[in-house]
């Protein structure tokens, strides 16, 4: 068990130095100069030039590469171009919205999967389980940035029951903190419900097959036998019994919710770290850029640890001897 | 052989050509017999599977006749045209270009990238399980840290950044930066059953026997799990459709001088054409769904027709 976890902690050390060298590379190749645009265009070359030697960056790779690591463990990832500001200060006022809103969908889809995934393998093959399987096959196959697009559209523009930009409204930021917490989630409540009800696909499959394996299985029998009413039994234990592997889609969930949070939030002109990524491009804001990648790799990688070890508690054939 | 046969055994020729057809009949079937037989069982798939190659066809061939600088050229006595007139069937964007024009060489450029991306990712895909799954031990430890190391990158961004690297991409090097990072979920599922196959006796007798492990890999073992992998292909097609839309609709896909699905869907970020203009964008998001949703589902017939158990087609 703990031979598992840590193996699969030692696994993960090289992997984080290969993707920051990568990044720090990637970083490198993009084309521009970091101070393309902030400074007059009419500047002596050779005031640039004494510029990129103070910053260091005629070093070779490795020495420029090492300087940056260092920084990083100072908790220093250089300044951003774009906005004139500290990279860190930057990505910490972006990160909570990218957070709140993750975690928000995250309750929702495993609000909205539970029950069904129970339900449809209570009723295995009948008309609500066909219902439910035709729902998590459609709401899978559609490219997930089509459905924001057309949500907005219809809830957001034509019914206009959400606010379709920002993460705050105007009058909320100056106001008391009840406004202010209302205001975060009324922005929130639509791109959650929407990446809920489209995400539930994994959760619900999983718990369906966990279940009908269940039915057939001997402490349901007994409970059976012991009279105790079948709503309890799909309850107290077969969901109490398929719970911890469910807990362990979280993990991956974070994964998908990283990776589709560039989509959501440039739909939704929410401001947090997947816009964030999408300006920075655009502005070839190269500090910003490496940090966002770095970032979104560890998560990555904390949400997939996250799952194997939980799995591995649950499933004994998965650990490694 | 015929005649020797007649000679040696007291099995009449009639009687032989009968148990020929007999034995023929009772045989396996082929895996696209079993296949149309499943279309056949299952009208809506029919119809889906029609839709597909019809549209796929129609768009190859229209957009041939389109000349496509001369479609993008401004042409502001279309502003904003209504749509289902005359002139432009399904109306005119902000700079006054046919929408229905657009629409067709920007779904032969989508559907063309998902085409080529399924190709090269599926092949690299189904070559890496395979490998890994039948070579077990350090090869199969190797290629697995590769593939966890595939995936922990952020995907999305990769791609992103991989795109502003490149001075001068076109649809090529787009499919091959696509197909860098879409080939571990294929690659996963042919090692599991890679994995389960190399176990099976056949595969140990043709080991004893000294057959070579490539023409193990490739002619024995590949040709056993076909139908997963006709599934998976099908399956990821649907998928890559929304890969490379997604990534033009943020604008990091094709240009915007070469029309595709997804930067018709950016015409939804304006407030003004999402509310207003409502057919510079709903089309191409409409087309979308219908696509996915149709070849999904072929994918799920083909998925029935793999699985004996789950067949729906009359076993003739």
């Known amino acids: ?321 | 052989m015929a005649e020797n046969f007649e000679q040696h055994s007291d099995v009449s020729a009639a009687d032989l050509a009968r148990l020929t057809q007999e034995a023929q009949a009772e045989a396996t079937p082929s895996t696209a017999k079993i296949i149309w037989s499943e279309f056949k069982a299952d009208k809506p798939a029919m119809a889906a599977l029609f839709i597909i190659v019809g549209f796929i066809l129609f768009v190859m061939i229209g957009a041939l006749f389109i000349n496509t600088p001369k479609m993008m050229e401004t042409n502001i006595m279309g502003y904003f045209n209504q749509p289902f007139t005359s002139d432009y069937w399904l109306g005119a964007d902000s700079g006054g270009r046919s929408v229905a024009k657009q629409l067709i060489v920007g779904s032969r450029n989508s559907i063309g990238i998902a085409i080529g991306l399924t190709i090269i990712s599926s092949t690299f895909g189904i070559c890496w399980g395979l490998i890994s799954g039948y070579f077990n031990g350090y090869i199969d430890w190797g290629m697995q840290r590769v593939y966890d190391f595939m995936m922990m990158l952020p995907m999305t961004m990769m791609i992103i950044v991989l795109v502003t690297i490149i001075p001068h991409y076109n649809s090529v090097t787009l499919t091959l930066i696509f197909s860098i990072f879409y080939w571990e979920g294929t690659s996963r599922l042919i090692r599991s059953r890679t994995l389960a196959e190399s176990e099976k006796d056949y595969v140990s007798a043709s080991r004893t026997s000294g057959t070579n492990h490539w023409k193990i890999i490739f002619r024995e073992i590949m040709p056993n799990i076909s139908s997963l992998i006709i599934v998976d292909c099908t399956l990821s097609f649907a998928e890559n459709i929304g890969v490379e839309t997604g990534l033009s609709y943020l604008g990091f896909g094709l240009p915007s001088q070469t029309p595709s699905l997804g930067t018709m869907i950016a015409n939804a970020n304006d407030p003004n054409n999402i509310t207003q203009y409502w057919w510079t964008w709903l089309p191409a998001a409409l087309e979308i769904i219908i696509l996915c949703l149709s070849i999904s589902y072929v994918g799920q017939v083909l998925r029935r027709a793999a699985d004996a158990s789950q067949r729906q087609g009359a076993a003739d």
């Open chain 1, 1 to 321: 068990m703990w031979k598992t976890i840590l193996r699969r902690f030692l696994i993960m050390i090289p992997e984080v130095i290969i993707l920051s060298i990568l990044v720090f590379l990637l970083a490198k190749a993009m084309p521009g100069d970091p101070f393309t645009g902030s400074i007059n265009p009419k500047a002596d070359p050779q005031q640039i030039h004494h510029l990129m030697k103070i910053n260091g960056l005629y070093d070779p790779w490795y020495q420029q590469y090492w300087q940056w690591v260092v920084h990083l463990f100072h908790g220093n990832l250089g300044n951003s171009y774009q906005y004139q500001e500290p990279v860190t200060r930057l990505i910490a006022g972006r990160a909570g919205n990218t957070l709140w809103l993750a975690l928000f969908t995250m309750i929702l889809t495993y609000a909205f999967a539970l029950p069904m995934g129970v339900f449809a393998g209570r009723h295995e093959g009948k008309l609500p389980d066909t219902i439910i399987r035709v729902y998590t096959y459609v709401t899978y196959c559609i490219p997930f940035f089509v459905i924001l697009v057309i949500g907005i559209w219809i809830f957001g523009y034509v019914f206009g029951w959400f606010p379709t930009t920002g993460s705050i409204s105007a009058e909320a930021s100056g106001s008391g903190w009840l406004q202010t917490i209302g205001s975060r989630f009324y922005h929130i409540l639509l791109p959650g419900i929407l990446g809920a009800l489209f995400g539930t696909v994994n959760i619900v499959q999983y718990l369906r097959s966990e279940v009908i394996d269940a039915k057939g299985s001997d402490y349901v029998r007994t409970a059976r036998s012991k009279g105790v009413p079948s709503k309890d039994i799909y309850r107290h234990h077969i969901f109490r019994n398929s719970l911890l592997p469910i807990a362990a889609f979280a993990g991956y969930s974070i994964t998908g919710l990283l990776n589709g949070s560039i989509f959501t939030e440039t739909v939704f002109s929410y401001p947090g770290m997947g816009l964030l990524f999408v300006n920075s491009i655009s502005y070839r804001d190269y500090t910003v850029i490496t940090a966002l990648v770095l970032i979104y790799g560890i998560l990555n990688l904390i949400g997939t640890l996250l799952s194997d070890i939980i799995l591995s508690i649950v499933d004994p054939r998965i650990r490694i001897e």
